[in-house]
Each structure stands twice: as structure tokens, then as C-alpha cells.
């Protein structure tokens, strides 16, 4: 397997890998990067979709990219996928993917169409005193000392940040400014989480710090991710004769190791109550998703909070990964991700409005008609001084193709659930959707004397607690995360969040469609490059773009730094006058 970027590696269709036609492939679980590895092996690895086997615990699947209308509860969605321009792998899948909407498009065509005609921006990015805008205008307002812890973490080497936290590289004064209410926020960065993961992402995605306030950067899909992006797949998939065993829980992978050879020869796992296996040749190729950040969620309803599932790393993703990892080394370490629910849960709720009061508050806020099937929210609207640090979005409505034409449906997430709310004085997690309701109206202004009814005629709420949603960020060092192929496999791979590979950054669909792209060919020898990461850190132009709107059109020999600006003012500058790079920093209006 092998990097490349540019259009002769991106438009080519390589040759028939040799031997395919005598090879299997088991994938366990039917997650994105599992449906994205299926793919990849009808399309690029030419296998026939009989000889490809997906062994899925649930009762159907999608894996954390979920989205569905239950019929006791109501509409539900866990989370949602923010996507952008160079999730390079993703969108490189979705060309190939037919569009179940529209005959003779893809989804890629479907979803760069519907975000040409309705780009997302946000009007309101954040509020304060119960519904009024915090009037960022797009400032990050960090001060120098800041700006120069982010510099500082952005150059220092990976190795440097093994096990280390963001609260080891940052302080108060970097806590306090716009920038990390729009970070933690939007991605979910708590402060013990790990400083490597921030850095990958500020290098990752340093092309979007413009778009970072209003969102400007995002892409999203015109249903939820599970209509939008799993079923076109599941569709492809089927019509290509794969094969897909629900309600099988695969428990244990047995491996034969020898001289650092390592062979998968036999998948244990439960089916209908009884131990089954599958015995293995080198030709059989297997696939594991390994760890997951949705395992072991809970739901509640309007009336009762969801109970947390306090069993640490007892899901099946979780308990599959430990069997495997004490074979050999290679294999990683689960325990330093699902160890600590304490340090990786947060909750969400879906919320359903079931007449026209709460669409008004909406209205409101979001500067935008929540019915005109267009952008809506644009992200996420943070409630700044909200206890629960509570975000919430309206993507373009309907959200499901079978919503009622007059309900919205919200997604609500609180990152402190442990602490008590500011109208409900309870903490999220004891909170039932009913409570989180009210807790929601009431920072959005809706008159206190009316949030109790308001709450419980009109609206419907599912909460969901997750205790691992965010347990790829805690803090690693180097064989945590088990490379995709460990070294010496000869017919194993690990796929998802949870296996690594290097730049990208977890908690992304591209993640796990790239994890998926890098194990098919490398284990079936695809004659095509894997798209690289996109190397924005690496533009110059770029860096000067992003330096400049971090530092709210301030020059830089406006840092109040001494050193700093004495060499720039009385060195530097002088030794670039007349040259090209004057000329861009002037561009960038930097000086």
C-alpha cells in the first residue's frame, strides 16, 4: 500500500489484484468502516460480493452513524457527521456509490450539488443570557500568550505529546478565549483529552481556522447519515451479493503466531445463543472493528433519564479487542481507551417538536426558517454559559424522509453531565428528556412560567447516554492504537476509530473509511494509491491565511513579545523586503 495524491492515481481503476478470486473476506461489524472496506472490495479489490461475509452484533446496520424512527420511541439520532472538501478517501468511495434518491447520480454527486445550492454558515454561533447572541463576530480573541501556546503545540513533535493531556500545553488564559469555545465545542475536546489528537487536528484541518466561527467549513448530507450515506451503501452492497448476519456477536479472532508471522485462523462468536467458529486459511481475509464509541449507549424517554452502563469495556467491540490484543503486543492496548467512563461519556438527546411554539424560539435563534427544507442551524448554536456546556443543531429538515411536515427534530449534547443545570437543578445524566427540554427552552428564552408546559405538550425527547463517545481522545503514546495491518499479518486488519494511521485524525467519517482503503489493499495488494492526507500544514500559504485571522487582523508586530517582535520588526522584515514573501505576507495582511 502506498500514498499518492493528484488526478492520474485518483481517476485510474487498477488491475484484478492476483488471486482474488480464490480469497474470502469476514468483516466484523457493519459500521462505516466496515460498509466502506466491503466497497472497496467489490470495487477496487474486484471480489465477488458472495466470497464477502459482514458479522454485525445489532439488528441492523450503520454502527455509530445512525438515524432511525423507532416505533416506541420516536425519531433518534446519537449523533451527527460534520464533513469537508478533502476528506479524500470519503469522498473517493462516494463517486462509486449510487444515489437511492436520484437515478443516475452518485452520493458524492447528490451531496456536492445539494451543499453548492445551500452552503452551511451559521448566523448564530453562540449565546448567552438565555438567547441572546454572544456577538463573537468571528474573533477568536486570543491574547499573544495564547497564540503562541497554539504555535508551540502545532511544531512540537508527536512522540513529544505521547500520554500528555491538553491541559498539560494549555492554560486559563488560552481557556478563556472564543477559540476554545469554538474547539471544544465543535469537536468535543475536553480538557484531560490528549494534546496529540489537538495537534493533529489544529495540522488536519488549519485550512478550515477561517470557517472555524460560523462554520463555513461544513458539508452536510441532505437526511441523516443513516438514510444519506449507510443505506446507499448497504443498497450497493446487496445488489453485489454480499452477505450480511445480523444479531452475531463476534467474541474472539485465534491466532496462529509463529517466527512473526501472524495468521487469523478462526472467528469465534454467539449467534442465537450458542458459541459458533469459523475456521480460516490464509485467504481468508478478516476485517475488525476494534473498540467503539457508541457501544453500550443508553436511551431514556420523556419520562425516565437513560441508566449508565458502568461496566467498563464490556460492550462486545470492546471485550472483542481485549481477546485479541492479549494474543500478541502488535495489537494494542484497549484499556487505555475504555477504562475511564468517567473521562469519555457525554449525553445527547433528540428532541421532536409537535406544534408551532418552540419553532418560533427556534426561528429566533437561528436567524432562518426551520421549514425551509435549506440550512438551518448551520452547527451547532453553544449555550456559552449553560452548567451543562449544552450545544444543540437543527441540520435541514426533514431529517427523515418519514418526519411529519410540521416537527422538527433537534439534536441536543451536553459535555458536563455530572453537574448540575441552570433551570433544572439536577445534573444531565439524572435529567429525563423531559427535564432536558426544559433545561433547552429556557436557554433559549422561552418565559419561565412556560417552560413546564411548553416542555411536556410540545415536545417529544430521547436522551441517550454514551459512555465511550469520546474515548479515542484520552491520551496515548505509541502502540496504544494497533497499526491497520500489525506487522507480520498476513491476512488481518484493524479498521475504524480505533486503529491507527498517520495524520488523520479520529472522530471522522474520513477516518474510517481511510483506515478501511489503506487494509483492503494492502492485504489484497490493490495496485492503486491510498489518497493522502491532505497537506494543508504544509502550505506556507496556508499558514500565513490561518495565522492571520487566529490573530483577528492584528500584525505581527503588533505581539506584545519582545523577541518576537524584534526579530520580525528589525530582521526579518528587512531581509524580505522586495522578495516574494514580503508579497504574501502584505496578501495576508500581516504586515
Given at each position: 500500500?502506498?500514498?499518492?495524491?493528484?488526478?492520474?492515481?485518483?481517476?485510474?481503476?487498477?488491475?484484478?489484484?492476483?488471486?482474488?478470486?480464490?480469497?474470502?473476506?469476514?468483516?466484523?461489524?457493519?459500521?462505516?468502516?466496515?460498509?466502506?472496506?466491503?466497497?472497496?472490495?467489490?470495487?477496487?479489490?474486484?471480489?465477488?460480493?458472495?466470497?464477502?461475509?459482514?458479522?454485525?452484533?445489532?439488528?441492523?446496520?450503520?454502527?455509530?452513524?445512525?438515524?432511525?424512527?423507532?416505533?416506541?420511541?420516536?425519531?433518534i439520532i446519537r449523533g451527527g457527521r460534520e464533513m469537508e472538501n478533502h476528506f479524500e478517501c470519503l469522498w473517493d468511495l462516494?463517486?462509486?456509490?449510487?444515489?437511492?434518491?436520484?437515478?443516475?447520480?452518485?452520493?458524492?454527486?447528490?451531496?456536492y450539488r445539494l451543499n453548492k445550492h445551500d452552503p452551511n454558515y451559521s448566523l448564530m454561533r453562540a449565546s448567552v443570557n438565555?438567547?441572546?447572541?454572544?456577538?463573537?463576530?468571528?474573533?477568536?480573541?486570543?491574547?499573544?500568550?495564547?497564540?503562541?501556546?497554539?504555535?508551540?503545540?502545532?511544531?512540537?513533535?508527536?512522540?513529544?505529546?505521547?500520554?500528555?493531556?491538553?491541559?498539560?500545553?494549555?492554560?486559563?488564559?488560552?481557556?478563556?478565549?472564543?477559540?476554545?469555545?469554538?474547539?471544544?465545542?465543535?469537536?468535543?475536546?475536553?480538557?484531560?483529552?490528549?494534546?496529540?489528537?489537538?495537534?493533529?487536528?489544529?495540522?488536519?484541518?488549519?485550512?478550515?481556522?477561517?470557517?472555524?466561527?460560523?462554520?463555513?467549513?461544513?458539508?452536510?448530507?441532505?437526511?441523516?447519515?443513516?438514510?444519506?450515506?449507510?443505506?446507499?451503501?448497504?443498497?450497493?452492497?446487496?445488489?453485489?451479493?454480499?452477505?450480511?448476519?445480523?444479531?452475531?456477536?463476534?467474541?474472539?479472532?485465534?491466532?496462529?503466531?509463529?517466527?512473526?508471522?501472524?495468521?487469523?485462523?478462526?472467528?469465534?462468536?454467539?449467534?442465537?445463543?450458542?458459541?459458533?467458529?469459523?475456521?480460516?486459511?490464509?485467504?481468508?481475509?478478516?476485517?475488525?472493528?476494534?473498540?467503539?464509541?457508541?457501544?453500550?449507549?443508553?436511551?431514556?424517554?420523556?419520562?425516565?433519564?437513560?441508566?449508565?452502563?458502568?461496566?467498563?469495556?464490556?460492550?462486545?467491540?470492546?471485550?472483542?479487542?481485549?481477546?485479541?490484543?492479549?494474543?500478541?503486543?502488535?495489537?494494542?492496548?484497549?484499556?487505555?481507551?475504555?477504562?475511564?467512563?468517567?473521562?469519555?461519556?457525554?449525553?445527547?438527546?433528540?428532541?421532536?417538536?409537535?406544534?408551532?411554539?418552540?419553532?418560533?424560539?427556534?426561528?429566533?435563534?437561528?436567524?432562518?426558517?426551520?421549514?425551509?427544507?435549506?440550512?438551518?442551524?448551520?452547527?451547532?448554536?453553544?449555550?456559552?454559559?449553560?452548567?451543562?456546556?449544552?450545544?444543540?443543531?437543527?441540520?435541514?429538515?426533514?431529517?427523515?424522509?418519514?418526519?411529519?411536515?410540521?416537527?422538527?427534530?433537534?439534536?441536543?449534547?451536553?459535555?458536563?453531565?455530572?453537574?448540575?443545570?441552570?433551570?433544572?437543578?439536577?445534573?444531565?445524566?439524572?435529567?429525563?428528556?423531559?427535564?432536558?427540554?426544559?433545561?433547552?427552552?429556557?436557554?433559549?428564552?422561552?418565559?419561565?412560567?412556560?417552560?413546564?408546559?411548553?416542555?411536556?405538550?410540545?415536545?417529544?425527547?430521547?436522551?441517550?447516554?454514551?459512555?465511550?463517545?469520546?474515548?479515542?481522545?484520552?491520551?496515548?503514546?505509541?502502540?496504544d492504537r494497533p497499526q491497520v495491518v500489525p506487522d507480520g499479518c498476513v491476512n488481518f486488519a484493524f479498521i475504524g476509530q480505533?486503529?491507527?494511521?498517520?495524520?488523520?485524525?479520529?472522530?471522522?467519517?474520513?477516518?474510517?473509511?481511510?483506515?478501511?482503503?489503506?487494509?483492503?489493499?494492502?492485504?489484497?495488494?490493490?495496485?492503486?494509491?491510498?489518497?493522502?492526507?491532505?497537506?494543508?500544514?504544509?502550505?506556507?500559504?496556508?499558514?500565513?491565511?490561518?495565522?492571520?485571522?487566529?490573530?483577528?487582523?492584528?500584525?505581527?508586530?503588533?505581539?506584545?513579545?519582545?523577541?518576537?517582535?524584534?526579530?520580525?520588526?528589525?530582521?526579518?522584515?528587512?531581509?524580505?523586503?522586495?522578495?516574494?514573501?514580503?508579497?504574501?505576507?502584505?496578501?495576508?495582511?500581516?504586515?
Amino acid at each position: 500500500m502506498y500514498y499518492s495524491n493528484g488526478n492520474y492515481e485518483a481517476f485510474a481503476r487498477p488491475e484484478k489484484p492476483k488471486g482474488v478470486e480464490k480469497k474470502s473476506a469476514y468483516l466484523v461489524g457493519s459500521g462505516l468502516a466496515s460498509l466502506a472496506a466491503a466497497c472497496f472490495l467489490v470495487r477496487d479489490g474486484q471480489m465477488k460480493g458472495e466470497r464477502i461475509h459482514i458479522l454485525e452484533e445489532m439488528k441492523l446496520p450503520g454502527g455509530a452513524c445512525d438515524g432511525i424512527n423507532d416505533a416506541q420511541k420516536g425519531f433518534i439520532i446519537r449523533g451527527g457527521r460534520e464533513m469537508e472538501n478533502h476528506f479524500e478517501c470519503l469522498w473517493d468511495l462516494f463517486r462509486s456509490i449510487p444515489s437511492i434518491e436520484t437515478e443516475g447520480v452518485s452520493v458524492l454527486d447528490e451531496f456536492y450539488r445539494l451543499n453548492k445550492h445551500d452552503p452551511n454558515y451559521s448566523l448564530m454561533r453562540a449565546s448567552v443570557n438565555r438567547g441572546e447572541d454572544t456577538h463573537t463576530d468571528g474573533k477568536f480573541a486570543l491574547s499573544d500568550k495564547a497564540a503562541m501556546q497554539i504555535i508551540k503545540l502545532f511544531f512540537t513533535k508527536d512522540e513529544d505529546l505521547y500520554d500528555k493531556t491538553i491541559n498539560d500545553v494549555f492554560d486559563d488564559e488560552f481557556y478563556a478565549s472564543n477559540f476554545w469555545l469554538y474547539w471544544q465545542t465543535m469537536f468535543a475536546f475536553e480538557k484531560w483529552h490528549s494534546a496529540l489528537e489537538m495537534k493533529l487536528y489544529i495540522q488536519r484541518f488549519i485550512h478550515h481556522i477561517g470557517g472555524l466561527p460560523d462554520f463555513s467549513a461544513l458539508k452536510f448530507t441532505k437526511y441523516n447519515q443513516y438514510e444519506s450515506l449507510i443505506l446507499p451503501m448497504v443498497k450497493y452492497l446487496e445488489a453485489h451479493g454480499v452477505n450480511f448476519q445480523y444479531d452475531t456477536q463476534v467474541t474472539n479472532v485465534i491466532f496462529e503466531i509463529t517466527g512473526g508471522k501472524k495468521i487469523a485462523r478462526q472467528i469465534v462468536f454467539k449467534r442465537g445463543g450458542k458459541e459458533e467458529t469459523i475456521d480460516l486459511i490464509e485467504d481468508d481475509l478478516v476485517f475488525v472493528t476494534n473498540g467503539s464509541c457508541t457501544e453500550n449507549s443508553s436511551l431514556g424517554d420523556d419520562d425516565h433519564a437513560p441508566v449508565m452502563n458502568t461496566q467498563p469495556g464490556e460492550g462486545g467491540c470492546w471485550q472483542l479487542w481485549k481477546n485479541i490484543a492479549k494474543q500478541d503486543p502488535s495489537f494494542g492496548r484497549p484499556e487505555k481507551f475504555c477504562s475511564n467512563i468517567h473521562a469519555t461519556n457525554w449525553e445527547s438527546a433528540t428532541v421532536t417538536t409537535l406544534d408551532d411554539r418552540i419553532p418560533k424560539y427556534i426561528e429566533k435563534m437561528c436567524k432562518r426558517d426551520p421549514f425551509s427544507g435549506k440550512v438551518v442551524t448551520g452547527g451547532i448554536i453553544t449555550v456559552k454559559d449553560s452548567s451543562w456546556l449544552m450545544s444543540y443543531t437543527l441540520n435541514r429538515q426533514p431529517h427523515f424522509k418519514e418526519q411529519p411536515k410540521n416537527q422538527l427534530v433537534v439534536w441536543v449534547y451536553g459535555l458536563y453531565t455530572d453537574v448540575p443545570g441552570d433551570y433544572v437543578k439536577k445534573p444531565m445524566k439524572e435529567c429525563t428528556g423531559t427535564e432536558i427540554v426544559q433545561e433547552w427552552l429556557y436557554h433559549m428564552g422561552v418565559p419561565v412560567a412556560e417552560i413546564p408546559e411548553m416542555a411536556k405538550t410540545g415536545a417529544h425527547c430521547i436522551p441517550c447516554m454514551m459512555p465511550y463517545i469520546t474515548a479515542f481522545f484520552m491520551p496515548r503514546t505509541e502502540g496504544d492504537r494497533p497499526q491497520v495491518v500489525p506487522d507480520g499479518c498476513v491476512n488481518f486488519a484493524f479498521i475504524g476509530q480505533f486503529s491507527n494511521t498517520v495524520r488523520d485524525t479520529v472522530f471522522t467519517t474520513e477516518y474510517s473509511v481511510r483506515t478501511a482503503m489503506e487494509a483492503v489493499y494492502t492485504l489484497l495488494d490493490v495496485d492503486r494509491g491510498v489518497p493522502e492526507v491532505f497537506g494543508s500544514c504544509y502550505d506556507v500559504r496556508v499558514l500565513l491565511d490561518s495565522t492571520a485571522k487566529m490573530l483577528d487582523g492584528r500584525k505581527l508586530t503588533d505581539i506584545k513579545l519582545p523577541f518576537i517582535a524584534n526579530l520580525i520588526e528589525k530582521k526579518a522584515l528587512k531581509k524580505v523586503s522586495g522578495t516574494v514573501i514580503e508579497e504574501l505576507l502584505e496578501r495576508y495582511k500581516l504586515i
